[in-house]
């Protein structure tokens, strides 16, 4: 499925099969995560996609061909950081998620609404066994990015969750395991996200925008609504933090200093390191993680796609592709 130009729903398209370069193997796709950041790329937010495209950036596949890592036959996890050059500041400092000049899997390098992809494979992860390939998809973005997001919330324990949707619900469950409480925020008479995230552990679920029943020691910002950050700061205790997680978020409106004031800070999450992965795929099974997933065949990425704009996914749409 291509992107061929911002604001245009995909085509179905049949292309060559890639060929895999220096480093990469070549990856039969099984399923492919449906995330947030593909619906900012297809609606023109995020302006610089390698077009024509094919978006997908949780990719779970089978080696087809022996590479230096991977065997045929090996069961992978495809990210949305697809390289970094390994030379910046941030590289050599620990932070390659800050990376300089990064290639993105699904933005500047195709990615898995396809039947065929290439990984490269120092940035791809063995996927845990005992998850299905629906299950393991959604852990590949939503859940590490929702990890990394959650370890920036040191050891809150109260923690808010604005927006309960893929990440969410992930990071909801890690979240309980380790006794922490966590309050999900939605939007207004989202009485099914409320219900939803109250069957996950969350101990209460309201709205948003509305009073919080108590105050918070840390909150996760997952919507891309820049109103949740006041409203977040305003049910933060002194000292809390609010971690912004998504990629795009609409303007923050302007507040008063007297919501920041008590050390509270505002902090964003960019993307993710390979340790990041490898720890969150470590713990996932453990906790255990379990993803609630909508499935839809790879025609129908459209309909997965204006499902997520629209609200109307429980958990996370996942391509199959068969
Ligand atoms: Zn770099
Ligand atoms: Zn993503």
Redesign the pocket.
């Known amino acids: 499925m291509v992107l061929r130009a911002a604001g245009r729903p995909l085509e179905p398209a049949e292309l060559p099969d890639p060929v895999p370069g220096p480093g990469e193997v070549p990856v039969r796709v099984a399923a492919c995560g449906v995330c947030r950041t593909d619906l900012h790329i297809v609606d023109g937010e995020l302006t610089e996609p390698n077009l024509p495209l094919v978006p997908g950036h949780q990719i779970v596949g089978t080696v087809i061909a022996d590479g230096e890592r991977f065997r045929e036959g090996e069961r992978i996890g495809i990210p949305w950081l697809g390289k970094?050059?390994?030379?910046?500041r941030?590289?050599l400092s620990g932070r390659?998620n800050l990376?300089?000049?990064?290639t993105f899997t699904g933005y500047d390098r195709d990615g898995g609404y396809a039947e065929l992809t290439l990984a490269v494979e120092q940035y791809a992860f063995p996927v845990p066994p005992g998850l299905s390939d629906l299950e393991a998809a959604p852990l590949l973005c939503a859940g590490l990015i929702g990890y990394r997001a959650l370890r920036m919330t040191g050891d809150a324990e109260r923690l808010g969750l604005y927006g309960f949707g893929a990440a969410a619900h992930l990071i909801c469950q890690v979240a309980r395991s380790e006794g922490r409480r966590v309050f999900a925020f939605t939007r207004a008479g989202d009485e099914d996200s409320q219900r939803f995230a109250r069957e996950l552990g969350a101990e209460w679920a309201g709205d948003a925008l509305g009073p919080a029943p108590e105050e918070l020691d840390a909150a996760i910002l997952f919507a891309p609504v820049g109103e949740h950050v006041p409203a977040a700061l305003r049910a933060t205790a002194k000292g809390g933090v609010v971690v912004c997680a998504g990629i795009h978020m609409s303007d923050i409106p302007s507040f008063p200093y007297e919501l920041l004031w008590g050390e509270r800070s505002v902090r964003s999450v960019a993307n993710l390191t390979r340790r990041d992965g490898e720890e969150f795929l470590a713990l996932a099974p453990t906790v255990p993680v379990r993803a609630i997933t909508t499935e839809y065949p790879l025609e129908r990425a459209n309909e997965a796609l204006d499902d997520l704009r629209a609200g109307r996914i429980e958990g996370s749409a996942v391509l199959s592709v068969l």
């Open positions: 970094t050059c390994g030379r910046c941030y590289c390659e990376c300089d000049s990064p």
